[in-house]
């Protein structure tokens, strides 16, 4: 069975981190290229960085500021965000990039607020 678990989000003033963690189980994790994505009230779900095997890519909204990471052991994709803005306010989520998408999973929000 197919599942991503995403997980560290949470509340943060202007200018904080967190670091967001996403394991995988159902595929041979290694395999897949990964993003993350993002989805905020009323808009479209974004990409805003991807993983494949060592070339990182990033949303201009977010480049210089966030770190995509993967840990293929443990089956796990991380997203390091840091200088957060309140734009960066919205549900994140991971999953495969570049092919076709698994199964979404619930995300985990991260809001930017003093």
């Known amino acids: 069975q197919v599942q991503l678990v995403e997980s560290g989000g949470g509340l943060v003033q202007p200018g904080g981190s967190l670091r967001l963690s996403c394991v995988v189980s159902?595929?041979?994790?290694?395999?897949?290229?990964m993003g993350w994505y993002r989805q905020a009230p009323g808009q479209q779900r974004e990409l805003v960085a991807r993983?494949?095997?060592?070339?990182?890519a990033y949303a201009d909204s977010v480049k210089g500021r966030f770190t995509i990471s993967r840990d293929n052991p443990k089956n796990t994709v991380y997203l390091q965000m840091n200088s957060l803005k309140p734009e960066d306010t919205a549900v994140y989520y991971c999953?495969?990039?570049?092919?076709?998408?698994?199964?979404w999973g619930q995300g985990t929000q991260v809001t930017v607020s003093s």
């Open positions: 993983i494949i095997g060592g070339d990182t």
């Open positions: 999953n495969t990039y570049a092919v076709s998408r698994l199964d």
């Open positions: 159902g595929i041979i994790f290694s395999n897949y290229p």
